[in-house]
């Protein structure tokens, strides 16, 4: 069966929305608009799998769907909103709960890097995260989800988790009238954004993360002229200057990263970066980072002040998007409901 083209995707509320976010994940939702209908979340019931302030969930709920919008998403054409508000995820994420090999989920390296050492009390939401991925996903039937590399591992459980519930309930499907017997897709990812592993300013053998305790690693969206250009210039380097050619970059995994972000940044490529800064000292380079880090992400920054400031839009605009995305959400559970074998209406 060929599938309806529809993107879906989510970013956490849990603080700090960095740069990370933005050029592996946000810009990426944006050039996808023109070519598909878009879903995009808010993932909220994702965020309270590791504890969240109350009162910090509800800015961060609001901040995201801001910098959505400020980075170009036009939340009319496509829906944006925000997870708890359409309860069909977590309807269809106890199904598939029950579709998910414990095997399965003991293979998720997010959930070992995330619980860390104190396994024992981690909360069972984190250990079933990939599962209402899945859900979050597989409720809409989307066919395209654009991630960053961090997320490849889930996405290939999601399809997984389809395929299972395909053959599981083969017979069940085609008497629900999908003649091929198949009811979800197998969703691609679409890791083709700017920059799609961007790492910390302090350690670029670690990825750039909301979670990292120091505020040095990452430059969030929210971040003024002077906090970004004091990041960038204390950015960890290391004492040689920038090669000329991009296999010079190996091994330099600090290097690497900030030519990798300036790149993204400006549109370009890091052997078209190092062909202008390569034999210099980092401190020009960084100089000319911060200029182009600051005209970008300053205005993204500035709009999404601007637009979280009115609760009231954006509380518009998550509640219209979540009456949309309700429709589309019931349709499938509907479905579901009857091939697995409950009985309503
Ligand atoms: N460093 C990164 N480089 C490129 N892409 C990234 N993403 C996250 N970090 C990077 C992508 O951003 C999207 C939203 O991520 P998320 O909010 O769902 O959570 P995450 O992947 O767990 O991101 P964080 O920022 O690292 O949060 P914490 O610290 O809470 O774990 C995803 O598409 C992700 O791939």
């Not at 599938?3 to 509320?13: A, I």
């Not at 989800?145 to 997320?151: A, C, R, S, T």
Request: aromatic content about 8%; glycine content about 8%; hydrophobic content about 40%.
């Amino acid at each position: 069966m060929a599938f309806k083209e529809l993107v879906f995707s989510g970013v956490q509320p849990t603080g700090n929305l960095h740069l990370g976010n933005y050029l592996g994940a946000i810009v990426n939702f944006v050039k996808l608009q023109s070519r598909y209908e878009c879903i995009y979340c808010v993932v909220d019931m994702h965020a309270i799998t590791v504890w969240q302030e109350p009162a910090e969930l509800r800015k961060s709920i609001r901040e995201v769907a801001a910098a959505f919008i400020a980075a170009g998403i036009d939340p009319k054409a496509h829906i944006v909103f925000n997870q708890s508000q359409v309860p069909e995820h977590a309807e269809l994420a106890w199904v598939f709960n029950c579709v998910a090999r414990l095997g399965w989920m003991n293979r998720m390296t997010q959930f070992k890097e995330k619980a860390g050492k104190d396994r024992e009390n981690a909360s069972l939401g984190l250990y079933a995260y990939p599962s209402l991925m899945a859900a979050d996903i597989l409720v809409y039937r989307a066919t395209h989800v654009p991630i960053g590399e961090d997320q490849k591992q889930h996405l290939e459980l999601t399809r997984d988790i389809a395929q299972k519930f395909n053959n599981d309930f083969k017979a069940q499907i085609e008497t629900a009238g999908f003649a091929d017997g198949l009811f979800f897709p197998m969703a691609e990812p679409v890791i083709t954004g700017p920059a799609t592993r961007v790492m910390s300013l302090r350690d670029g053998t670690k990825k750039m993360s909301k979670s990292d305790p120091s505020d040095y690693s990452r430059i969030n969206l929210a971040d003024d002229a002077d906090t970004i250009a004091q990041k960038i210039k204390k950015a960890k380097t290391d004492p040689e200057p920038l090669p000329s050619e991009e296999k010079g970059l190996e091994g330099r995994p600090e290097a690497d990263n900030l030519v990798g972000i300036y790149a993204a940044l400006a549109g370009s490529t890091p052997a078209q970066v190092l062909s202008e800064y390569g034999g210099g000292q980092f401190s020009t380079f960084k100089g000319a980072l911060i200029d182009l880090a600051v005209d970008k992400l300053g205005p993204v920054g500035a709009e999404m002040k601007r637009l979280t400031s009115d609760v009231t839009y954006i509380d518009g605009i998550l509640a219209d998007g979540s009456a949309r995305a309700r429709a589309l959400a019931s349709e499938t559970m509907r479905h579901v409901k009857q091939i697995v074998g409950f009985v309503g209406p």
